[in-house]
C-alpha cells in the first residue's frame, strides 16, 4: 500500500527531462553570484598589501622583498574584498571551485624571476634618480649659500 503513494510521481518523471547533469562531459555552469575561488596575476602584484588590510579574516599574506603572496583557502570566505581593493587589479573572483588539497595549508604565489629582476632595475633607477636629485638639491643650496656669503 505504501508503494502506491509514488506511483504518480513516478509517472510524471518518465515524461520530464533528466534533472541532473552530465557534469564531466559538459562543463558545469554556476549560478549568477555563485562564490567560486580567489585568483591571482602574480607577476603584476606591487606587493602594497591593500588585500591584506581588506581582508576581514587575515587569510592572505604578501611579502613584497621575496614577491610572494599567500592564501589560506581554508580562512578565506571569498567575499572579494581583496579583489575590490587590489589597485592593479591584478586579483579575481573566479566562478567554480579549487582544486582540493590532502592538507591544510595556504597556497603560495611566487613571482616569476623576469618580473623579480624588473623590478630591481626599477628600484635600482629609481634609487639612482633619488641620489641624483639629492646632489642637485645639495649642489643648488651650496650654490646659494656661496651666493649669500659673496653678497
Known sequence: ????KFVPEALKNLFKPPVTTSYPFEPAEYPERARGHISIDIDNCIGCGMCVR???L?????????GTWEIDRFDCVV???CAEKCPKKCLHVIPGYQTPEREKEGVLYKKSEE???AEAEKKAEAARKAAEAKAAMEAKKKAEEEAKAEG
Open 1 to 4: 500500500m505504501a508503494v502506491m
Open 54 to 56: 581588506a581582508c576581514p
Open 58 to 66: 587575515g587569510a592572505l599574506k604578501v611579502d613584497k622583498n621575496a
Open 79 to 81: 567575499c572579494g574584498y
Open 115 to 117: 618580473a623579480l629582476k
